[in-house]
């Protein structure tokens, strides 16, 4: 299954492509733009490489780095 990000520029338009999707039977949700980055961050974490290992004094020191 796919998903589409739609972005509408206010609370009008959204009312109006959420009504198309209604109708047309296809199921919608809305969600604001901090749940949308955590849900991205989620995905991107999935697709990260877990084999490799790193050792506690190299997260150490990239976190306070920054």
Excluded: H, P, Y
């Excluded at 980055?37 to 995905?43: A, K, P, R, T, V």
């Amino acid at each position: 299954m796919k998903a589409l990000v739609v972005q509408a520029r206010d609370k009008s338009e959204m009312k109006l492509v959420a009504d198309v999707l209604k109708k047309m039977g296809i199921k919608s949700s809305e969600m604001d733009v901090e749940d949308l980055e955590d849900f991205l961050l989620g995905e991107a974490m999935k697709k990260a490489n877990r084999t490799k290992k790193v050792s506690r004094e190299t997260i150490m020191k990239n976190l306070t780095s920054r």
